[in-house]
């Protein structure tokens, strides 16, 4: 079983930046592949970034390529998400999951990923 709980999210302006954190509990998480994903209002849930158990695989989207780094830190059970050049298009909350156990179904495909977090709120102001 692992929890994730999110933070970080925030009011920024277009431009600006913020570091989202996931906090999970469990020792599994070590071993598993952390995803952000984000829903904007009226729109799907989409991916947007991934990172596997040992940091040296990432995937992006390509909507955030060059602007966002996922990054994790497995002495304190921690995924990050830093947020460099915000757009207002990135006004959404913000998920981030867990994939314990490893299969074929790529990261950025939501369904690779048992367990979710509440989420964050993000809006950036034109």
């Known amino acids: 079983q692992v929890q994730l709980v999110e933070s970080g999210g925030g009011l920024v302006q277009a431009g600006g930046s913020l570091r989202l954190s996931c906090a999970a509990s469990g020792r599994t998480f070590r071993y598993s592949t952390m995803g952000w994903f984000r829903r904007a209002p009226g729109k799907e849930r989409e991916f947007v970034a991934a990172i596997n158990w040992s940091g040296g695989n990432t995937n992006y989207a390509d909507s955030v390529k060059g602007r966002f780094t996922i990054s994790r830190d497995n002495a304190k059970n921690t995924v990050y998400l830093q947020m460099n050049s915000l757009k207002p298009e990135d006004t959404a909350v913000y998920y981030c999951?867990?994939?314990?156990?490893?299969?074929?179904?790529?990261?950025?495909?939501?369904?690779?990923?048992?367990?979710w977090g509440p989420g964050t709120q993000v809006t950036v102001s034109s």
């Open positions: 999951a867990a994939a314990l156990v490893y299969t074929h179904t790529p990261p950025f495909v939501s369904t690779r990923y048992d367990y």
